[in-house]
Structure formats: C-alpha cells, structure tokens
T-cell receptor, first 116, second 114 residues
Framework: DSGVTQTPKHLITATGQRVTLRCSPRSGDLSVYWYQQSLDQGLQFLIQ???????AKGNILERFSAQQFPDLHSELNLSSLELGDSALYFC???????????????FGEGSWLTVV | GNSVTQMEGPVTLSEEAFLTINCTYT??????LFWYVQYPGEGLQLLLK?????DKGSNKGFEATYRKETTSFHLEKGSVQVSDSAVYFC?????????????FGAGTRLAVHP
C-alpha cells in the first residue's frame, strides 16, 4: 500500500459526459501528479500540483482540468468525454523540496475509466 | 529533452533464469533514475531507485546501477520467479528547481514460466 488513495477504482460513462476522479496523497506529501496510461500512448504525465498551485503541465487536453485543495487532496475533471479517453488514470504524490525527499514519487492504484 | 528508452518486450523466461531489461536515458543535468513495476491488475509500485552516478539500487533480488558514462540503468535479477511476471517501467526524474516529475519508458512485459 503506497498510501495514495484514488476513487473511484472503476468508472463507466458515455461519450460527452463529465467525470471527476479523486486523489488523496500520502500523509505529509505536498505534491500531487496525474498520469494517464493507455494502450497506445503508454504512461503520459498530465499535470502536477504543489501545495495547491499548478507547477507543471504535460500532455493534458483542454477538456481536462485539475485542482488541489487546501487539504491537499486533488481532483481531475474530464469533460466532453470521447472513446479515446478510456484509460487508467494514476494519481501520485511526493514530498518535494526537502533535502531528503529523494525524489521518490508514490503511485495510487489508479482509476479505470471506460467511455462507451 | 528528457527521455527514456527501454528494450521492447515481451521478455519470456523460464523460472530461475537470469533477467536483464535494458534501459537508457537522455537527460540534462543529473536526474534520479527509477524502476517501477506493475503487476497484473494493479497500480505502479516503486521497485528501486538511484539518485547519483554509480549508485546501485536494489530490492527483492532486483538490481540496477546508475551508469552516467553509458547513460544506462539496466535492471537485473539473478533468478526470476513466476511471481515476477509483470510490466517493468524505467523512469527518470529531472528534479529541476525542486519540482520533480517522472518521465517513463514504454514498459517491458516480463512473463516467467514454471
């Protein structure tokens, strides 16, 4: 158990709909990351938040957005869903900035999204 | 830019065989290097890491050495088990400016048969 909690574990929804994926980081971790894993694209970095602020953006579509709340949990919002958005979405967290952080990023078990 | 290249799979081995999964990287500066493992139906787990040149990461019988001169971080295990069947991802973290992220290779599927 990495300590990163993601909900829901599985989600099936129709094209055009909107979903929200939720992530609770490990206790004490200030940084949250979102990754998408699909068969054709592999593991793609989407976005990173640090202590409530966006810090890095990867291959995140304009239809997708994320935020990190004061209690440090994060949500990834996916809208106008398309069949190609079907994927495993991972949240990860780390302690960033400390000398002993070791750069280790811990992953949750992922949220399986199926768009039909 | 930063990138990671892994050997293509699947890698199929018999139990107790020696395993090598090659990983090379391109990065500016001095990244940290990682191997993550994904067992069937599960999320990503950190397997081992190395944060500077010549460091050796090890865990569960797996080892990888950070080779700056060859920009490599090959994963090895002396005797694989059926339970090692999984997808293995090599990754680097540039850790630039205190805000790090992981850049992954494509993953290598390992299948170990009894």
């Amino acid at each position: 158990d990495s300590g990163v909690t993601q909900t829901p574990k599985h989600l099936i929804t129709a094209t055009g709909q909107r979903v929200t994926l939720r992530c609770s980081p490990r206790s004490g971790d200030l940084s949250v990351y979102w990754y998408q894993q699909s068969l054709d694209q592999g593991l793609q970095f989407l976005i990173q938040y640090y202590n409530g602020e966006e810090r890095a953006k990867g291959n995140i579509l304009e239809r997708f957005s994320a935020q990190q709340f004061p209690d440090l949990h994060s949500e990834l919002n996916l809208s106008s869903l398309e069949l190609g958005d079907s994927a495993l979405y991972f949240c990860a967290s780390s302690v960033v900035g400390g000398q002993n952080s070791g750069n280790t990023i811990y992953f949750g078990e992922g949220s399986w999204l199926t768009v039909v | 830019g930063n990138s990671v290249t892994q050997m293509e799979g699947p890698v199929t081995l018999s139990e107790e065989a020696f395993l090598t999964i090659n990983c090379t990287y391109t990065a500016t500066g001095y990244p940290s290097l990682f191997w993550y493992v994904q067992y069937p139906g599960e999320g990503l787990q950190l397997l081992l890491k190395a944060t500077k040149a010549d460091d050796k990461g090890s865990n569960k019988g797996f080892e990888a050495t950070y080779r700056k001169e060859t920009t490599s971080f090959h994963l090895e295990k002396g005797s694989v088990q059926v339970s090692d069947s999984a997808v293995y991802f090599c990754a680097l973290s540039p850790f630039s400016g205190g805000y790090n992220k992981l850049i992954f290779g494509a993953g290598t599927r390992l299948a170990v048969h009894p």
